[in-house]
């Protein structure tokens, strides 16, 4: 069974900074590329930043400079460490693996972890 969980989600001020962890279990952890996404309220689902299976990443870019995704493909986990937090940054944010090696991917998600930032 395939399991992705969210965890280091919760309330901080603008301009401070989380960690987000994504515990995967029931996957090759090394052959998914890996992202989070993140959700806010009245808006759609959006890709934050994501880590392919040779760690190459890539962000959108309103996070750019203040985000970074690692992975660790021994603990089969995913990071999300966010600094300089904004109000906008409110969001529920989620992990996804996507496993490329068929047509189309096959994609898992974590069912979220609620980031507030407040002002």
């Known amino acids: 069974q395939v399991q992705l969980v969210e965890s280091g989600g919760g309330l901080v001020q603008a301009g401070g900074s989380l960690r987000l962890s994504c515990a995967t279990s029931g996957i090759i952890f090394s052959l998914n590329d890996m992202g989070w996404y993140r959700q806010a309220p009245g808006k759609q689902r959006e890709l934050v930043a994501f880590i392919i299976r040779g760690s190459s990443t890539n962000y959108v870019d309103s996070v750019k400079g203040r985000f970074t995704i690692s992975r660790d493909n021994a603990l089969n986990m995913v990071y999300l460490q966010m600094n300089s937090l904004k109000p906008e940054d409110t969001a529920v944010y989620y992990c996804?693996?996507?496993?490329?090696?068929?047509?189309?991917?096959?994609?898992?998600w974590g069912k979220g972890t609620l980031v507030t930032v407040s002002s």
């Open positions: 996804n693996a996507k496993d490329r090696r068929r047509v189309p991917p096959t994609e898992y």
